[in-house]
Structure formats: C-alpha cells, structure tokens
C-alpha cells in the first residue's frame, strides 16, 4: 500500500512564474490536507479538501494561492507568480476520514516538494 | 490563540543518554496532542496522539506524556538512529492543529 505521494520532490521556479505541486494520497483516503513549513518554523496548515470540495482554506493565502482535488487523479496546490516568501517546503497529508481527533485517527504525510524561488 | 511551544531547540546526547523533550501548549479545548519525528528531507511521520492529562505511551525507547499544561517526550537510552527532529503538534476543538517547531535531537556514537 503506497504512501501520500508527492511530486515533484524539489521545483525551482524565477519569480512571476507558477508552481503546480502534486498529491495523491494513500489509497483509500479522500481527505487531503497541505502545509507548509519554512526552516525552523513549524508546519503551517495551509487547506482541507475532500474530493471535489475545499472544506477548510483558513490557513492559505487570499491571492495567488489555489488547490484542489478533482474526482479524478491528484490534490493540486497551485502558486501564481511565485515570489521568494513563497520558498518553502511544502506537505501534503491524507486520512481515510475527516480527520476530527478521534481516537486512532491520524494523519499520513508525504515526503513534500521543497519549492525554491529564484 | 493557541500556541505550542517545543524545547530545547536542539539537542545533542551522547548514545544511551536519556533525556526528555518539552512541548508545552495553551489551547481553547484539546483534542489532541500528537508526536511526530520528522527525518531530513522527509515527512512527518507518526508516533503518537494523547488525549487527556494522565495518558502515557510507549514505543520502543520513546515515552510520551501528557499533563493539562505539557507533554514530554522521554527518550531512553537512544541510539544515533534515534536522531531526528520531533514535531508536537496539538488539536483544538475546532479541528485546528497547530504544530511546534521542533526539536532536533542528535545521538553521537
């Protein structure tokens, strides 16, 4: 049973540019979640989708940032105009159901995609 | 607001050196309080979730324990393989999960 899968692993992108980020969480989850951690910060909760609907984007920022998770195929975070703040790395994390703090609920990273701007 | 807070930064033991991590919290309603150790280059990956003051767990060399105010991580008799960083993070009622900074312990031989 594979992991959360994300790619690609390392993105340079110039400045103005777009960055696609991909997710395909583990088999049988339909509930992916994205942050993002910058060096020596903690992972910052960026956005909750289920399949089709975001469920929570409180964490991403209002401009140039979107993400999704169509019927079929990988979650998408999406960067327009990439500035150098935008420099990070970059998880995704996927459960099997919402994930509430229910016992035994917990969440499985990918390896995430470190995005560099140049 | 809630806030997790990890300390020390950094820590470096010698192997078979026991030691403890800090992770203290203020949160509106806990759900949860969850361990992760996160490798270089790698993402988090689960260790343990507690849920009320009182609860321990055990993995191996690792122990986590929970009070209303912080968790520790007690680390007994690592081995160099043991290094890595260790992420808390906690759950509020709302569903939010706030993550710590970590702490990043390194085991010499």
């Known amino acids: 049973n594979a992991g959360v899968m994300q790619n690609p692993r390392h993105l340079v992108r110039r400045r103005g540019q777009e960055a696609r980020l991909r997710c395909s969480p583990m088999k049988g989850h339909s509930h992916v979640y994205w942050y993002r951690q910058l060096p020596e910060e903690g992972l910052k909760f960026m956005v909750y989708l289920q399949k089709e609907n975001i469920i929570d984007e409180s964490g991403m920022p209002k401009e140039r940032f979107s993400a999704e998770f169509p019927k079929e195929g990988p979650s998408i975070l999406r960067i327009q105009q990439v500035v150098r703040g935008d420099s990070a790395a970059y998880f995704c994390?996927?459960?099997?159901?919402?994930?509430?703090?229910?016992?035994?609920?917990?969440?499985?990273f990918g390896s995430g995609t470190q995005l560099s701007v140049l | 607001e809630d806030q997790v807070t990890q300390s020390p930064e950094a820590l470096r033991l010698q192997e078979g050196e026991s030691s403890s991590l800090n992770c203290s919290y203020t949160?509106?309603?806990?759900?949860?309080l969850f361990w992760y150790r996160q490798d270089p280059g790698k993402g988090p990956e689960f260790l343990f979730t507690?849920?009320?003051a009182g609860e321990e767990k055990e993995k191996e060399r690792l122990k986590a324990t929970l009070t209303k105010k912080e968790s520790f991580l007690h680390i007994t008799a690592p081995k160099p393989e043991d290094s890595a960083t260790y992420l808390c993070a906690v759950q509020a009622e709302n569903n939010d999960m706030r993550f710590g900074a970590g702490t990043r312990l390194t085991v010499k031989p």
């Open positions: 994390a996927s459960s099997p159901r919402p994930f509430m703090g229910a016992r035994n609920e917990k969440l499985f």
């Open positions: 507690l849920y009320s």
């Open positions: 949160v509106s309603g806990l759900r949860g």
